[in-house]
C-alpha cells in the first residue's frame, strides 16, 4: 500500500537535491507531500505547501522576511511555521513519514518540524552536521540522522548514494507495520551501568504483575525523554532508582538532564519510588576533559570516553536537599528508598568510591527535608542487591494498588 512522505526544504538552493529524492521515492511507488521553506531565490519546482504558506503559519509573509533580509529571522520564521503546518499534516493523516536534507540551517529548520511529532513516526535528516554534537537538533526525539558527508550541493556520485540510501532508510520505515499486541499500563525506570542489577530486578518484578516497563539510561537525554513521557500522560509510574543526572546538573558534568528532573512525576501527581542511585559520582568525557579544578579528585575511568569523578560531603548534601524539594511539589504518593551500603558497584564497602560519610549526607539532605506523608526507607544493603530491588518494586506496586 503506498505511502505519502513529506519532504521538508528549501527549494531555490537545494531544489535539485529535493528533486531527486521526491523521484526516487516515487520510484518505489510512494507519494511525495512537499513542503518548501525557501525564503530568498524562486523555487525550482512547485511544492505541495508553497513558502509562502509556511511564512503566515509563522505569522509574517515571504515579502516582509526577504525585504528585512536577515537570515535568522528568516529561519526562526521558517522554523516556527514549519513545525505548524507539520503538525497540522500528522494530525489529519495526510502523511505517513518525513524526510529533509540541509546544512546545519536547514537541519535546524526541519528538525523543529520533526520535533513536533510523537516517538516511533518516521523522521529522517540527512545533514552535514549529522556527525557532531546532534543534540539540539534531536532533542527527545527519535529523529535518524545521517551524515551527508559532503555537502547538500548538488548530485554527484557521493551524494547521489547518500541520498538514494537515505530514501531507502525513510521508505523502509513507513513500510513497516507492527503486528498488534495488547497494550499494559506503562512504568518508567532509570538506569546506569552502575545501577543496571537494580532496574533489571526491580523491572522483572514489574512485568510479572501486568506493567510493560520502559528503562531510560540517565545520559541526560534519557532523563529528559523519561520527563516529556510522563508529562504526555503516557506513564503510570515511576522507579527512579539512578536519579545520578542531578549531580551532574549540580556539579558541572556532562550527563546533565537539567534543573525541571523530577518534575514531570509530581505535576502529574503519579506514584513515585526515589532513589538517590549513582549520585555518587559526575560524569565527564576522556581524562583530559575532566575539569582542572577537580583534577585532585577521586577519578575513575569507566570506559575510554566516560570519566567518572565521586562526589563529596558538601554536594551529597545539597543533592539530598533538591531531591526532597523536588519530592515535596507532588500531589500524588511518594517514596524514598535509602541503601545503606552503597548507591552503586563503586560505592559498595571495600569498593572504590565507598564514603559512608559522603552517603551520609546524602540520606540526611533527604530525611532533614521531604514533607509529612512522604515514607523514607532505609535499608541495610547495596542498591544492587535482590531485596532492595524487591523492595522499590514492592512499594510501587503498592501504591498503584492504592491509586486503582
Known amino acids: 500500500m503506498a505511502k505519502t512522505i513529506a519532504i521538508v526544504g528549501a527549494l531555490d538552493s537545494k531544489g535539485e537535491e529535493f528533486k531527486f529524492l521526491k523521484d526516487e521515492i516515487e520510484r518505489r511507488s510512494h507519494r511525495t507531500f512537499v513542503i518548501d521553506t525557501s525564503v530568498i531565490g524562486d523555487p525550482v519546482f512547485k511544492a505541495d505547501v508553497p ?153 522483572t518484578i514489574m512485568e510479572s504483575q501486568g506493567y510493560e516497563v520502559l528503562v531510560f539510561h540517565c545520559t541526560g537525554t534519557g532523563g529528559q525523554t523519561m520527563e516529556g513521557l510522563i508529562a504526555d500522560g503516557l506513564v503510570e509510574g515511576v522507579l527512579d532508582i539512578t536519579t545520578t543526572e542531578w549531580a551532574d546538573e549540580l556539579v558541572g558534568g556532562v550527563l546533565t538532564a537539567g534543573p525541571t528532573r523530577l518534575e514531570a512525576a509530581a505535576a502529574a501527581g503519579i506514584p513515585q519510588v526515589i532513589v538517590p542511585g549513582c549520585m555518587d559520582m559526575v560524569n565527564f568525557w576522556a581524562p583530559d576533559t575532566v575539569p582542572e579544578r577537580f583534577k585532585d579528585r577521586k577519578l575513575h575511568r569507566w570506559n575510554p570516553n566516560i570519566t567518572l569523578m565521586r562526589t563529596d560531603v558538601e554536594e551529597n548534601a545539597q543533592l539530598g536537599k533538591i531531591l526532597a524539594d523536588k519530592a515535596n511539589a507532588s500531589s500524588g504518593p511518594v517514596s524514598f528508598f535509602l541503601p545503606l551500603k552503597g548507591l552503586s558497584i563503586l560505592d559498595s564497602p571495600d569498593n572504590e568510591y565507598w564514603w559512608p560519610e559522603a552517603d551520609r549526607a546524602l540520606f540526611d539532605g533527604i530525611m532533614n527535608n521531604v514533607r509529612d506523608g512522604i515514607s523514607v526507607t532505609e535499608m541495610n544493603c547495596n542498591i544492587n542487591d535482590p531485596e532492595f530491588a524487591e523492595a522499590v518494586a514492592g512499594k510501587l506496586l503498592e501504591c498503584l494498588g492504592n491509586k486503582k
Open 51 to 203: 513558502r509562502e504558506r509556511v511564512a503566515q503559519a509563522a505569522g509574517t509573509t515571504i515579502g516582509t522576511l526577504q525585504g528585512r533580509n536577515d537570515r535568522g529571522e528568516a529561519m526562526a520564521a521558517m522554523s516556527k511555521g514549519i513545525a505548524e503546518i507539520i503538525e497540522i499534516v500528522y494530525n489529519n493523516g495526510t502523511i505517513d513519514g518525513v524526510i529533509s536534507m540541509g546544512g546545519s540551517a536547514g537541519t535546524a529548520v526541519a528538525t523543529s518540524a520533526m520535533r513536533s511529532l510523537p516517538v516511533g513516526f518516521p523522521k529522517v535528516m540527512v545533514s552535514t552536521v549529522a556527525a557532531g554534537d546532534t543534540a539540539a537538533y534531536v532533542g527527545v526525539k527519535d529523529i535518524v540522522m545521517i551524515p551527508s558527508v559532503v555537502d547538500v550541493a548538488g548530485i554527484n556520485r557521493i551524494s547521489r548514494q547518500i541520498y538514494a540510501n537515505a530514501v531507502g532508510v525513510i521508505v523502509g520505515m513507513v513500510e513497516t507495520e507492527l503486528e498488534p499486541v495488547e497494550e499494559k499500563p506503562l512504568i518508567a525506570a532509570t538506569m546506569f551501568g552502575n545501577t543496571t542489577n537494580a532496574v533489571d530486578q526491580a523491572r
